[in-house]
């Protein structure tokens, strides 16, 4: 490990701060006061997210002439959490056919497929919103307009080379995006839409009510446990969230998840999100559906909440169990094999859970300070594996997956992510053949430094300012 001194940037922040706190708030960002204002007066305006007039205009008529309207989300908490608020809040604005549909991962797989469209046509919907996915479904999106279904995708996955034929495309990081936090999570991109679509409908006469601030809540939790970079941003919409839950203005399912959890809601910090309540609701898609969670958090009394919240307790009691024999396992085959010599590591085993992998690859990240990958049976083809990535700071490794994808055509399946975090699929009889390519992948990207891990600190802190008023 390398322990180095975070770069100082000049502040303009006043003398009432002591000199650390404000070393410390410069060189995260925060060199003016405005950069301390978590008002939501200070959110980006939503003008220059792209294809959003288009999207809030459609689902405006949509509610207005009563449409059937179908919210796809992913299995994930942060989709969880964004197909919670598209649904509750375009009811709440007064739309009567809504409903939420959310693959199972271990018959669908990710995104808008094919064969989701074909359960999602069986509801007979006019209108599909994609949330925390859809960015890469070409496929599903094509069958989905050609049976005449406007679909709306939101998302804030990077794109690839091409674009499904979507009525409309709401994401952050499209290449002619010019708004400004490309950190949005999903959750935060469908928060934004449900934004504009209530101004949309004010203008209209539609309704006087309700306030989009009702849905914080769940903002928070979701950008929380997607563990996107906390911008200013972001900031704004975990702050502004986590006020309602500690005033005890959060929803049900909420309330009930941070009972179950063992926390107080008063006290309930961003940490709290990330490490229990995010994994409870997580720990429906990895083993189970995660409409359960959804469910949990659209409930609208207390008993029912926290009947299902009790069940995603229980999941992740078990999700725990089996992440520990999983860890333990990769270990050793890590060691074994030296795979931890290597830039990259690349395991499989055929007996692991796919909704797990991820979780050990992040492990194995942590351990090795390698970027990681974790295959298991359960592709949606014969012979297919899943395999779920995580990397270490220097290494964008959807990029990297993409360069073995662009030099080994045809070596693997569909693939997308993040710069830390991406999923993607492969032929068993080509994993070998993929390792190689990947590690020579991220040769070519990472140096030593990367490899030996970066310790970031704000410098030594003087005597004289260990006291309890800067400890507050």
């Given amino acids: 490990m390398i322990v180095e001194s975070r770069p100082q940037r000049p502040s303009e922040l006043g003398a009432d701060l002591p ?53 796809c989300g992913d299995f994930d908490a942060d989709g969880a959490t964004a197909s919670a608020l598209c649904v509750s809040a375009l009811r709440a604005f007064g739309a009567r056919n809504v409903g939420f549909l959310v693959p199972n991962r271990f018959d669908f797989g990710y995104g808008l497929t094919p064969e989701l469209v074909e359960v999602a046509l069986q509801r007979q919907p006019e209108v599909i919103v994609t949330v925390d996915n859809g960015v890469s479904s070409i496929e599903g999106v094509t069958l989905a307009q050609e049976h005449g279904v406007d679909v709306i995708v939101t998302d804030h996955h990077l794109p690839g080379s091409r ?27 469908a928060f934004y839409v449900m934004a504009v679509l209530r101004s949309r409908l004010r203008e209209a006469g539609h309704f ?54 063992g926390r107080v809601a008063g006290r309930l910090t961003a940490q709290d999100l990330g490490f229990a309540i995010g994994p409870r609701l997580n720990a429906a898609g990895r083993l189970e559906d995660m409409s359960i969670g959804i469910q949990c958090l659209l409930a609208e009394d207390d008993a029912r909440a926290h009947s299902l919240a009790e069940v995603l307790d229980e999941y992740n009691r078990t999700r725990r169990e089996i992440e520990v024999g999983m860890v333990d396992e990769a270990v050793g085959l890590v060691d074994a094999a030296k795979f931890g010599d290597d830039v990259a590591i690349c395991v499989y085993q055929e007996d692991w859970h796919q909704g797990i992998i991820g979780i050990v690859a992040g492990r194995l990240r942590e351990r ?41 055509p045809g070596m693997i399946g569909p693939y997308g992510g ?29 140096s ?25």
């Fill in 19 to 71: 000199a650390f706190l404000r070393d410390a708030l410069a060189s995260r960002g925060a060199t003016r006061k405005t950069d301390l204002d978590l008002s939501l007066g200070g959110m980006l305006p939503p003008e220059s997210l792209p294809g959003i007039d288009d999207a809030s205009n459609r689902l405006a008529r949509a509610v207005v002439e009563d449409e059937r309207i179908l919210v």
């Fill in 163 to 189: 674009l499904p034929p979507a009525y409309a495309m709401v994401n952050p990081n499209l290449a002619d995006s010019s708004f400004p936090s490309p950190n949005l999570a999903g959750v935060g991109v």
């Fill in 208 to 261: 006087t009510s309700p306030n989009l601030a009702d849905w914080l809540d769940l903002v928070a939790l979701g950008t929380v446990a997607d563990v996107v970079p906390l911008d200013r941003n972001n900031r704004i919409l975990v702050h502004q969230g986590l006020r309602r839950i500690r005033s005890g203005r959060a929803r049900a399912g909420i309330r009930s998840l941070v009972e179950v959890s």
């Fill in 368 to 408: 090795y300070h390698r970027p990681a990958i974790v295959f298991a049976d359960g592709g949606m083809k014969p012979g297919e594996l899943k395999g779920s990535a995580r990397s270490i700071p220097g290494l964008h490794i959807r990029d990297a997956i993409a360069d073995c994808a662009a030099r080994y």
């Fill in 418 to 446: 993040h710069a830390m975090a991406a999923g993607l699929s492969l032929k068993r009889a080509q994993l070998e053949r993929f390792r190689n390519a990947f590690n020579e992948a991220v040769s070519s990207r990472v």
């Fill in 448 to 472: 030593e430094r990367d490899l030996a891990g970066v310790i970031l600190t704000d410098g030594e802190l003087a005597g004289a300012d260990l006291k309890i008023d800067n400890a507050r």
